[in-house]
T-cell receptor, first 110, second 111 residues
Framework: GESVGLHLPTLSVQEGDNSIINCAYS??????FIWYKQESGKGPQFIID?????DKRQGQRVTVLLNKTVKHLSLQIAATQPGDSAVYFC?????????FGKGTRLHILP | DAGVIQSPRHEVTEMGQEVTLRCKPI?????LFWYRQTMMRGLELLIY????????DSGMPEDRFSAKMPNASFSTLKIQPSEPRDSAVYFC?????????FGPGTRLTVL
């Protein structure tokens, strides 16, 4: 079936390094993607989004890259900080609904 | 704005009991979503409303689950009777336009 999924369940990164979280999707008709961050005990929080007519979008310390050829999405976090520790979800908008992937836990090493 | 408000934050109940989860969306938002989150299944969309009308309830797992939105500022998710496998964190979210805002969730434990 069509789904949004994540390559790795856990990613450990040294504080100050850049983090890259990857996501694969299978629905080639998807045209809108979102990255969410979920901290422990909280609901998911919007980070950044991208539409299929773009291949890159930048926010504050975050960049999302979209490769439609291989149906791959990535979230890059620059100069990772302890406050970036969380589970990160990629999600796609499908028929007015947000469909979430399984999530990647980002662990920051001191 | 206080954001999406959910109550209770924690609920512990015994199998067979009725459970009601409550949500107050952000004022002015016309979409409301109920999600369930577990380690095994991740974040699952249960049902969503647009302008208080249920649009898609295909994610509701069984007839034991029901949701209502009697007005634009209130929604409930009811489980009757509850079972241990219903234990999860239940999130409510609301949206106006693009960005969707989540509440803090209700952690439900069914013994």
């Amino acid at each position: 079936g069509e789904s949004v999924g994540l390559h790795l369940p856990t990613l450990s990164v040294q504080e100050g390094d850049n983090s890259i979280i990857n996501c694969a999707y299978s629905n080639s008709a998807s045209d809108y993607f979102i990255w969410y961050k979920q901290e422990s005990g909280k609901g998911p929080q919007f980070i950044i989004d991208i539409r299929s007519n773009m291949d890159k979008r930048q926010g504050q310390r975050v960049t999302v890259l979209l490769n439609k050829t291989v149906k791959h999405l990535s979230l890059q976090i620059a100069a990772t900080q302890p406050g970036d520790s969380a589970v990160y979800f990629c999600a796609e908008i499908r028929d007015d609904k947000i469909i979430f992937g399984k999530g990647t836990r980002l662990h920051i090493l001191p | 704005d206080a954001g999406v408000i959910q109550s209770p934050r924690h609920e512990v109940t015994e199998m067979g009991q009725e459970v009601t989860l409550r949500c107050k969306p952000i004022s002015g938002h016309d979409y409301l979503f109920w999600y369930r989150q577990t380690m095994m299944r991740g974040l699952e969309l249960l049902i969503y409303f647009n302008n208080n009308v249920p649009i898609d309830d295909s994610g509701m797992p069984e007839d034991r689950f029901s949701a209502k939105m009697p007005n634009a500022s209130f929604s409930t998710l009811k489980i009757q009777p509850s079972e241990p496998r219903d234990s999860a964190v239940y999130f409510c979210a609301s949206r106006q336009g693009g960005e969707q805002f989540f509440g803090p969730g209700t952690r439900l434990t069914v013994l």
